[in-house]
């Protein structure tokens, strides 16, 4: 059996990700294909830790911090990731190890080296396709949506740090799309990106 595909969805708070992650979800299995969608930070024991730190604002110093989303990611990727690809599934991920590089780095930790660590250890994306949009967009519909907010990276100045890390990235694998206008717009972009990369 082929491997599966495994498909990253990054970007900035507010940037529309999990919006286009069930859009393309859906249109991925209405073309035929045995879609697994998920998410980071996950529903384990360290992602519910990880997403009550976010939710309190309280901040652990940075490389605790960066310990927990290696944790999590490990058990995601041993629990669900690895066998979902080795069974020829398309895997869809809400957030992988690129959004650990630009927010971790965004805390002034070394960007460029929990990269180079997270291409080491974890399966690299078939596609990564990067949601860009500037802060202050997604920061307005992070207050638009409603929902609990997490202040310990919903922050203008904090996510302008993200958005530059992000910018800087140039890795074969990723594909940025204009997450600006409507849901369908941006869903037609994500669906032909992601259709272009996989052809190349």
């Not at 529309?16 to 998410?39: I, N, P, W, Y």
């Not at 460029?112 to 990067?130: N, Y």
């Amino acid at each position: 059996m082929n491997r599966g595909k495994l498909i990253a969805l990054e970007g900035i708070d507010g940037c529309g990700k999990s919006t286009q992650a069930v859009l393309l979800a859906d249109a991925l299995r209405a073309d035929g294909h045995d879609v697994l969608l998920t998410r980071e930070p996950t529903d384990g024991p360290t992602g519910r830790r990880i997403r009550a730190m976010a939710r309190s604002g309280k901040r652990v110093p940075a490389f605790e911090e960066l310990g927990w989303f290696f944790e999590d990611r490990r058990e995601h990727v041993v629990e669900v990731i690895a066998p979902a690809l080795a069974a020829g599934r398309t895997v869809l991920t809400d957030r992988y190890f690129l959004s650990t590089v630009a927010y971790q780095g965004a805390r002034g930790l070394d960007w460029r080296e929990i990269l180079a660590r997270s291409e080491g250890e974890f399966p690299l994306p078939d596609a990564a396709l990067l949601f860009v949009l500037p802060a202050a967009d997604g920061l307005a519909r992070v207050e638009t949506r409603g929902g609990p907010a997490e202040p310990a990276f919903e922050q203008a100045d904090f996510l302008e740090k993200v958005a530059s890390i992000f910018a800087a990235l140039d890795l074969p694998y990723l594909v940025r799309i204009d997450a600006a206008g409507d849901v369908d717009e941006v869903a037609e972009r994500t669906r032909s990106a992601l259709a272009e990369k996989l052809r190349a």
